[in-house]
Nanobody, 129 residues
Framework: QVQLVESGGGLVQTGGSLRLSCTASGRAFSSAARGWFRQAPGKEREFVAAINWSGGNTNYADSVAGRFTISRDKFNKFNNTVVLQMNSLKPEDTAVYYC???????????????????WGQGTQVTVSS
């Protein structure tokens, strides 16, 4: 069983930046796509960004494209850490952010909740206006 642990959330002002990390442990995580989702109070969980197993293909929600960047930690030989760099943050980005493990290696496997096999515990991101 794979475990995902997020870190890096916090409080930031509008226009600021935050960096989220997600580290996986357990079995069969290195060959799977990884993603980030978020859930604001009273709203459904929504897709934010995803990356395929090798790091060569990414996908973003329209609401974050151009501001957020997902990547795999190049210096991690186990290929178990994914980073979400969030720039130009807006109040509407406020949510709990969840790391996700896709069902397979392709990027699309980590873009839909029903294709996710493991979730992290979530980390709060709050953007003040």
């Amino acid at each position: 069983q794979v475990q995902l642990v997020e870190s890096g959330g916090g409080l930031v002002q509008t226009g600021g930046s935050l960096r989220l990390s997600c580290t996986a442990s357990g079995r069969a995580f290195s060959s799977a796509a990884r993603g980030w989702f978020r859930q604001a109070p009273g709203k459904e969980r929504e897709f934010v960004a995803a990356i395929n197993w090798s790091g060569g293909n990414t996908n973003y929600a329209d609401s974050v494209a151009g501001r957020f960047t997902i990547s795999r930690d190049k210096f991690n030989k186990f290929n178990n850490t994914v980073v979400l760099q969030m720039n130009s943050l807006k109040p509407e980005d406020t949510a709990v952010y969840y790391c996700a493990l896709g069902r397979g290696p392709a990027v699309m496997e980590a873009t839909l909740p029903n294709r996710v096999t493991s979730w992290g515990q979530g980390t709060q991101v709050t953007v003040s206006s």
